[in-house]
């Protein structure tokens, strides 16, 4: 054999040794993310987080998360009935709306917001550290105004890094 085609032939095996490493190392990620992913899925379903961040439809069990609106927020275009004063204040009651997304109380009016990676309305445009920060800090985007209450910003602080990043994940996977 000559030293050509033996070193094409060194060449030809090591270029496929590689390439068959790399694609093993892309699946082990491609695991690897969807594992995280679907941390993150159980940890934003028993945290209840669609709770009041997923419209509602009425079954025979009550309010249900729309599942074509799962995690979208308030309904930009729902309607805020009428508000008796009377009824809000300390030692008095909160209220909700029907699709438990829009609550007042005796801090003002809250709406809650959109968390799929829609870039104009939801999270698109935040970064992981963004949202760590903002569920540390109870601020919006870590750094502006007040995350208002029902959120119980205090409670998601507690989260390790770790679950707040699977948490993430997930939202980021939401289609917008």
Known sequence: MSRKLIFISLLVLITTSLLFLALGQSQKATAYKAGVVKKGEYLVTL??????HSPKIYSEQGPMPDPK????????????????QSMIGPGKWMLCNEHLT????????????NLTPD???????????????ALRT???MGAGRPILPPMPWQNYAQFSDE??????????????
């Open 119 to 133: 870039e104009q309305t939801g999270i698109g445009l935040w970064t992981e550290d963004i949202f760590i920060k």
């Open 69 to 84: 609106r799962l995690l979208s927020g308030h309904p930009a275009d729902a309607k805020i009935p009428p508000i008796d």
């Open 138 to 140: 109870g601020k919006h």
């Open 102 to 113: 829009a609550w007042v109380g005796p801090w003002g009016m809250s709406f809650a917001a």
């Open 163 to 176: 679950d707040l990043q699977a948490n993430f994940a997930y939202l980021k996977s939401l289609t917008p």
């Open 47 to 52: 945290s209840g987080c669609n709770d009041c």
